[in-house]
Nanobody, 121 residues
Framework: QVQLVESGGGLVQPGGSLRLSCAAS????????MGWYHQAPGKGRELVAT???????VYADSVKGRFTISRDNPKKTVYLQMNSLKPEDTAVYYC???????????????WGKGTLVTVSS
């Protein structure tokens, strides 16, 4: 069984910073792309940033220049450094990873339960 556990959310003032972490655990053979998505109140889940196993990154236009995604492959962990936070960044942030649990199994999506980020004065 595979689990993704996020941490690092909380309340921060506009202009502040937070660092989210997401660790994968369980029966894992290989991890491909890892990423972060967010869901604001009353809205759908949206891409924030992704990173491949080779380090190629993709960012939503709204976070370019402010957020940085990174990963530690041996630790099976992905990070999201969020700087210059704005009230519109307030959302539940979900970790996602494409994981294969054995040599014979294809990759499938796994999700964490989410961590709340609130940007408010």
């Amino acid at each position: 069984q595979v689990q993704l556990v996020e941490s690092g959310g909380g309340l921060v003032q506009p202009g502040g910073s937070l660092r989210l972490s997401c660790a994968a655990s369980g029966t894992i053979f290989s991890i491909d792309t890892m990423g972060w998505y967010h869901q604001a109140p009353g809205k759908g889940r949206e891409l924030v940033a992704t990173i491949t196993s080779g380090g190629t990154t993709v960012y939503a236009d709204s976070v370019k220049g402010r957020f940085t995604i990174s990963r530690d492959n041996p630790k099976k962990t992905v990070y999201l450094q969020m700087n210059s936070l704005k009230p519109e960044d307030t959302a539940v942030y979900y970790c996602n990873a494409e994981i294969s649990t054995s040599y014979f199994r294809s990759f499938r999506d796994y999700w964490g339960k989410g961590t709340l980020v609130t940007v408010s004065s």
